[in-house]
């Protein structure tokens, strides 16, 4: 590198200044620029410390041209904020641990940098230190023969001090986040390294822990990580009482035991660690010259230089799986900060208004019945378990231009329906937005388990009124009439605009509207079966309705019903996931695979090569070209597979691709 990076640091407490002093001791990074609430606290910094330039706001840091990474050193509620903001300014971003309060921060921080092309790295400094690098090189060398069980612990006793950020709520207080991520960011890479693999996820997290009264943050918790290939780690974590903290290794052939895994000694000290195995007992002593934080500094210089925006050392990937361990860790120990409660949500991982983008690629159209417009790509509420989650999808669905949710009473026994009730209150967007609400499912599918659902499912949403409602199951033992004369009494209180079935029948359908007229009622004004590029083989669950074939086809070209279509993308299908060699995902073999769906799906593989597009998006394109209204449901789980789902959107397929995509006929 003939250039050395310039950072700039945002906020001046005690780690700001830790950071400071490695990065002026670095060999390819320099300090540019520091920011800080108050002008003051910037001078005060800049002269202890040698930066250049001071800003009294950060705002004026991120606006520096000669700032081209930024080092986020604020509490950890404020790193969401500040890393989006710093993303859209364009700067390289190292963010202190632990990246987000939770895995949702950390996703939207995520797609943040994404789409600005800008580095992210979580500032977990021990990651870059060659110590670490040697355990690695050691797990995989076989020495310890199969690792069974990891044991770490990182914890202190601070002394009970409410004004302290260690036990602050509102500051995202206690060891798990503030500590606790190192053992378990530890055990991660190790069962990693294990498998042969850059990290691994657990997949069972169980934990306990004790939380202080007045404040609720965890005094002192512990924890246990099983792995899918065996591996075990218990992890420990404190502020309120000292630990041993070291990190040990368990294998078949040996043990290792690494005093000082989390500061290892760095500016020439020397790190040692004790490896028995073969009968001996060698000490292992790794030595580097740098300083500790200055390494993970130059880890993104050296990245930035070979046009990397991702640091090997730790990579995106690796930190959303560290915090989705972390809160599976708090879930067990039941630490749910305030600011995380659905009635307190109020504000965005962004910490700013909801905005549509400028350039917001979902579009609407118009179903009969309704004022408001409904979004072509139709959010699915079913996979939202907590308020951080479901915010960071729904705000991202909005400003995306999304206005159209799905939810059911059954979903979750009520929590979707209750977290998107928060939101649209706490968003106060209930007017722009319109809600499917699904209810009466098998084996209450009559008109008095319709109504009872109906009310509380309205008030679980916080509504008055529902934009559509969707019969989620039929009942052939119910004559059609008798649930349009129950949708029709909602309709006439104005507690419903336009109602459908789920998984109904076209011809139960056209009985109901054939009553309906007859009786001058309002009638089914959608229909929601699943419907994709796949045939559905095998019903996803009992009672499931497709409309795929070229019947139902037919059926909806020349009636002109809207279909919202779910799992419109055959449920990973058509992606990497799905492979007549690939069976690890029972309900994806029983319900998908067939040798005329591998047809389609590699004929969408070879159309979205030819289109510069991924063969999922060519499959939800499908769902949206067809000669009839077709809205898709989508239901991703992580704002990655938002951003996947729009491909298809502007991608416009001729019916001769679409016949040919389905063997229908030859290739146009």
């Known amino acids: 590198m003939t250039t050395r990076l310039g950072w700039g640091i945002l906020a001046t407490g005690r780690i700001a200044g830790i950071f400071a002093q490695g990065v002026a001791r670095s060999q390819h990074s320099r300090l540019v620029a520091v920011g800080s609430r108050l002008q003051a606290g910037a001078d005060r910094f800049a002269k202890e410390f040698g930066v250049p330039r001071a800003h009294g706001s950060y705002e004026a840091l991120l606006a520096d041209p000669e700032v081209q990474a930024v080092y986020i050193a604020t509490p950890h509620p404020q790193h969401a904020a500040w890393a989006v903001q710093a993303a859209e300014a364009g700067k390289h971003i190292l963010c202190e641990k632990p990246m987000g309060l939770n895995h949702a921060e950390a996703m939207v921080m995520a797609e943040a940098a994404r789409a600005n092309g800008v580095l992210l790295m979580e500032a977990f400094m021990y990651r870059c230190h060659p110590q670490t690098a040697k355990i690695v090189e050691l797990v995989r060398s076989g020495v310890l023969g199969e690792i069974k069980l990891v044991q770490a612990a990182f914890g202190f006793n601070a002394g009970f001090n409410p004004a302290s950020r260690l036990w602050a709520n509102a500051a995202g207080g206690g060891g798990m986040l503030d500590v606790g991520c190192y053992p378990v960011s530890m055990a991660r890479l190790i069962a ?310 789920s998984n109904w029948t076209l011809g139960r359908i056209a009985a109901a509207n054939r009553y309906a007229q007859r009786k001058g009622l309002q009638g089914f004004g959608v229909v929601s079966n699943n419907f994709s590029l796949a045939r559905m083989v095998d019903p996803v669950w009992p009672g499931c309705i497709a409309a795929s074939d070229a019947a139902s086809r037919r059926w909806l070209k020349k009636h002109q019903l809207p279909l919202l279509a779910w799992s419109s993308q055959a449920r990973g299908f058509f992606t990497d996931r799905a492979g007549p060699d690939q069976c690890g995902d029972e309900q994806l073999v029983r319900c998908w695979y067939a040798d005329d769906n591998f047809a389609r799906r590699e004929r969408a593989i070879a159309l979205a090569k030819q289109r510069g597009v991924s063969p999922i998006a060519i499959a939800a394109a499908y769902v949206l070209a067809q000669p009839f209204p077709t809205f898709a449901l989508i239901g991703p789980r992580v704002l990655s597979e938002t951003v996947g789902s729009l491909a298809c959107l502007g991608l416009a397929l001729s019916p001769r691709e679409l016949a040919w995509l389905n063997l229908e006929r030859a290739r146009p």
């Not at 361990?325 to 600011?339: C, K, M, P, S, T």
């Not at 009310?455 to 559509?468: K, M, N, V």
Request: some cysteine; glycine content about 10%.
């Open 192 to 501: 990693g390294a294990a498998a042969g693999a850059p990290f691994l996820n657990p997949v069972v997290v169980t934990g306990t822990g004790r939380l202080h009264p007045e404040t609720g943050v965890d005094v002192v918790a512990a924890a246990t990580l099983k792995f899918a290939t065996g591996l075990i780690a218990q992890v420990a974590t404190s502020i309120g009482l000292n630990q041993d903290n070291a990190l040990r290794l368990y294998g078949t052939a040996g043990m290792l035991h690494v005093p000082s895994p989390w500061i290892p000694p760095s500016d020439g000290a020397e790190a040692k660690m004790t490896l028995t195995a073969n009968g001996k007992t060698e000490e292992i002593s790794i030595v580097t010259a740098a300083p500790l934080y200055g390494l993970e500094a130059d880890a993104v210089a050296a990245a930035l230089a070979e046009g990397r925006r991702e640091v090997a050392a730790m990579t995106v990937a690796d930190t959303l799986g560290n915090l989705a361990a972390l809160d599976a860790w708090r879930a067990a120990v039941g630490l749910i900060y305030e600011q995380e409660q659905p009635v307190n949500f109020t504000h965005t991982h962004a910490r700013r208004p909801l905005r549509r983008q400028p350039a917001a690629p979902i579009p609407h159209a118009i179903i009969a019945g309704l004022v408001k417009p409904v979004s072509r790509l139709v959010m699915g509420c079913d996979n939202q378990t907590t308020m951080p989650h479901g915010a960071a999808m729904w705000d991202d669905y909005f400003e995306r231009g999304g206005r159209t949710f799905d939810t059911a009473y059954i979903y979750g026994s009520g929590l979707q329906e209750q977290l998107l009730g928060h939101w649209m209150k706490n968003r106060g967007v209930r007017d722009e937005v319109s809600v499917i609400v699904k209810g009466a499912h098998s084996p209450f599918c009559n008109p008095p388990d319709l109504l009872r659902q109906f009310h509380e499912s309205l008030g679980r949403l916080q509504t008055d009124y529902a934009d559509i409602y969707l019969l989620h199951r039929d009942n052939p033992d119910v004559p059609v009439g008798e649930f349009v004369e129950a949708l029709n009494g909602l309709v006439r209180a104005g507690r419903l605009r336009v109602f459908g079935g």
